[in-house]
């Protein structure tokens, strides 16, 4: 039986759609389950438990044999480095309860570094949490998520300006649809790692990389006007991230993050060759969400 953490996310969602077309039992596990009514109609067993109860979730992962974790972020948070420290204790307490026969564990780009990565630091700290646990493990690092731009949308209809982080605009991102992330951690859990007690890393990201310029023209074509980008300096960045609707504690790590981007430091680990690919083009994800906004 195939536990899907964070179900009703684009993410999960994707993953547990994939698996159910496939005929394979899925538990999909929400904290809110009347947004799950879907999944329930799609044939999904529905268990409600709270990421951060550890015996919450041991209850709610009984009896699987493949696990995808996926740790929900909470931009509002108070204090966003206690809440995702607490996250993943609790999960890793749980999983090292259920000892399922294999794990998949959406993670991030820039992952391996131990420091100066801001909010990429938690999963950093997920894999050194999930590696302790004597179970067939595979870390799914995945590059931004196209649908993370969304957020810009209605400012640059409005105003036609899109306000940037990143350093050059001619930068190549590695981004990527969060649904394809979900499909193909779908197809990692049908296909483990074969080692039982080992670790295998595996990157996630688009057809190709994209520029801020091309990202930048992409939302104009989506919202039907010019878009202008305009870089934003470093010490305004957590203030604008504030106003996009971040806690302060969350924009920090945030504004680390693009910081440790710049430098260069977010992007695939030395030697881990295994990169899967999305279908998913920068104008379709952007077309999707301008219809979403709409």
Request: aromatic residues 6%; proline residues 5%; charged residues 25%.
């Amino acid at each position: 039986m195939y536990a899907i953490l964070g179900a009703t996310g684009k993410v999960g969602g994707a993953a547990v759609r994939d698996l159910r077309h496939r005929g394979l039992t899925v538990r999909a596990i929400v904290r809110d389950a009347r947004k799950a009514a879907h999944l329930a109609q799609s044939g999904c067993e529905i268990v409600v438990a709270d990421v951060q109860d550890a015996d919450g979730l041991k209850d709610a992962l009984a009896e699987a044999s493949e696990v995808l974790v996926i740790c929900p972020m909470n931009p509002r948070a108070e204090d966003a480095p206690a809440e995702h420290a607490s996250m993943i204790g609790a999960i890793g307490t749980a999983l090292e309860h259920v000892k399922p026969r294999s794990i998949v564990a959406i993670s991030d780009y820039g992952a391996h570094h131990r420091t100066g990565t801001g909010v990429t630091l938690t999963f950093h700290l997920l894999e050194q949490r999930l590696r302790s646990i004597p179970v067939s493990c595979t870390f799914l690092r995945s590059a931004e998520h196209m649908q993370n731009w969304s957020r810009f949308f209605k400012d640059a209809a409005k105003t036609g300006v899109l306000p940037t982080f990143y350093r050059p605009n001619t930068k190549l991102l590695p981004i990527v649809s969060a649904p394809d992330v979900g499909i193909v951690a779908a197809d990692l859990l049908t296909c483990p790692n074969q080692k039982r007690e080992g670790v295998q890393i595996v990157h996630v990201e688009g057809p190709r990389r994209y520029s801020v310029d091309e990202v930048r023209e992409t939302i104009g074509a989506a919202v039907g006007r010019p878009v202008e980008g305009r870089e934003l300096p470093p010490e305004r960045w957590v203030s604008a991230l504030i106003q996009d609707g971040l806690s302060e504690s969350y924009a920090q790590l945030v504004a680390g993050m693009y910081e440790a981007h710049n430098a260069g430091r977010i992007d695939f680990e030395s030697g881990c060759s295994n990169v899967r690919r999305g279908s998913t083009s920068l104008t379709e994800a952007f077309a999707s969400l301008a219809r979403e906004h709409e």
